[in-house]
């Protein structure tokens, strides 16, 4: 059984930085593509970050790029999101996804992935 599990969200005043965790866990780690979506009270989930091992790249809305970075650490079987600079309108819960192939057309659609954690809250005061 596979589990992903987000950690690390939290309070933070705008202009502060946070890093979000999602660990990897279960019999198998055999992902290609791993991503971060959020969603916002009475918002609908949207795609903030993507990594693919297909062609060891890394996608991001234009609103976080600068801002956020995704990374991976293989040895721990952990993805992270660095937030800095945040705002209050990225206040929402924050899920990590997976899938274990690739598609350069259907990264940033939560319907594609077969994987999700339960989230984590970020909550940006003004």
């Known amino acids: 059984q596979v589990q992903l599990t987000e950690s690390g969200g939290g309070l933070v005043q705008a202009g502060g930085s946070l890093r979000i965790s999602c660990v990897v866990s279960?019999?198998?780690?055999?992902?290609?593509?791993m991503g971060w979506f959020r969603q916002a009270s009475g918002k609908e989930r949207e795609f903030v970050a993507a990594?693919?091992?297909?062609?060891?790249?890394?996608f991001y809305t234009d609103s976080m790029k600068g801002r956020f970075t995704i990374s991976r650490d293989n040895a721990k079987n952990t993805l992270y999101l660095q937030m800095n600079s945040l705002k209050p309108e990225d206040t929402a819960v924050y899920y990590c996804?997976?899938?274990?192939?690739?598609?350069?057309?259907?990264?940033?659609?939560?319907?594609?992935?077969?994987?999700w954690g339960q989230g984590t809250q970020v909550t940006v005061s003004s």
């Open positions: 996804a997976a899938r274990n192939t690739w598609n350069p057309g259907r990264y940033a659609s939560p319907e594609w992935y077969t994987y």
């Open positions: 279960g019999r198998t780690f055999s992902f290609t593509t």
């Open positions: 990594f693919t091992w297909g062609g060891s790249s890394t």
